[in-house]
C-alpha cells in the first residue's frame, strides 16, 4: 500500500493517458493513481481499465458522465482518497505539461521538509514554461501577480495546478463551500489553506506544454479567476479560520 495517491482528471486524453501512467508507476518511489475521467468520447476510460488489468492494485478510475468541471473532478477524487489511507494527494494533468519525475520531489517538500501544500510552481525561479503562445504566458504570470495582490498569500504561482497536500489539509477544508468548478478552483483551495493556517512551499518546476490532445483552456477560465479573487477576499473577512 502507497502513502501517496495521484488524483489525474481526464477528458479525451487518449493520446497520453496510458504513457503518463506507465511513466509514473516506473519511478523509483511507490505511488497510486486515480483516474477521474469525465466521460470522455475518446475512449480513455477503456485504455486505464485495460492498463488496469497489469496494475489492479495500485490504478483506479471513478468514471462520470459528461464534463463537470476540472474542481469537482478534483473533488471527487479528494473524498475518494480520503476514505482510504493515502496520507500524501495530489493533483496532476494527463498531458506530460506536469514533469512525473518532479512527483517525488513534492512529496519530499511535504514528507521530509516543512511543508503541507507542496506547489509545483512554474514561477518562483524566474518564467519556466516551454511552449506556450506569449499571450497565454503573460496572461497567467500577471493572473498570479493579481492574486498574490488581493490575496496577499506568499506565493509566486498561484494558479498552479501541479500540488501535493498532506491529508490534514483535505480534512480540514470543506469542498461543499468551494465556490470555483474551473481555473479558479486551484486558487480557492491554496487561499483556504493558507487561511487555515497550512503551510504552502513552491518547488521550481518546468512546465511543458502539451504536445499531443488539445488544451482545455479558454479566456473565460481566466474571467472567472480575475472577479471570482475578488469575491472569494471579501467572503474571507466573514469567515472563521479555526481548525
Known amino acids: ?23 509514473i ?8 493513481i486515480l483516474i477521474v475521467d469525465d466521460g470522455s468520447p475518446d475512449g480513455t476510460a477503456t485504455i486505464v481499465k485495460n492498463v488496469q488489468s497489469e496494475f489492479p492494485s ?6 462520470r458522465k ?30 506530460f505539461s506536469h514533469n512525473p519525475d518532479d512527483l517525488i520531489r513534492l512529496y ?13 510552481s512554474r514561477y518562483v525561479k524566474g518564467v519556466n514554461i516551454v511552449n506556450w503562445p506569449m499571450m497565454r504566458l503573460l496572461m497567467s504570470f500577471f ?20 500540488k501535493c497536500y498532506k491529508r490534514i489539509v483535505l480534512e480540514t477544508i470543506n469542498f461543499n ?15 483556504k489553506a493558507w487561511k487555515y493556517g497550512f503551510k504552502l512551499v513552491e518547488v521550481p518546476v518546468i512546465f511543458t506544454d502539451r504536445t499531443e490532445g488539445e488544451s482545455k ?3 473565460g477560465i481566466f474571467f472567472e479567476a480575475v472577479i471570482g479573487v475578488i469575491q472569494m477576499k471579501l467572503k474571507s473577512f466573514f469567515m472563521s479560520w479555526k481548525r
Open 143 to 162: 493572473a498570479s501577480k493579481y492574486v498574490k495582490f488581493i490575496t496577499r498569500m506568499p506565493i509566486h504561482d498561484s494558479t498552479a495546478g501541479f
Open 217 to 219: 483552456m479558454s479566456g
Open 58 to 63: 495500485q490504478l483506479h478510475i471513478e468514471e
Open 177 to 191: 463551500k468551494i465556490q470555483f468548478v474551473g481555473y479558479a478552483f486551484q486558487i480557492e483551495m491554496k487561499f
Open 1 to 23: 500500500m502507497s502513502d501517496s495517491l495521484i488524483i489525474i482528471p481526464t477528458y479525451n486524453e487518449k493520446e497520453n493517458i496510458e504513457k503518463i501512467i506507465r511513466k
Open 25 to 32: 508507476f516506473s519511478l523509483e518511489k511507490s505511488f497510486h
Open 66 to 95: 459528461g464534463k463537470l468541471g476540472l474542481g469537482t473532478a478534483y473533488i471527487h477524487g479528494f473524498k475518494w482518497a480520503l476514505q482510504k489511507e493515502y496520507q500524501f494527494i495530489f493533483e496532476m494533468d494527463a498531458d
Open 108 to 120: 519530499n517538500a511535504n514528507a521530509q521538509e516543512e511543508g503541507e501544500v507542496a506547489i509545483g
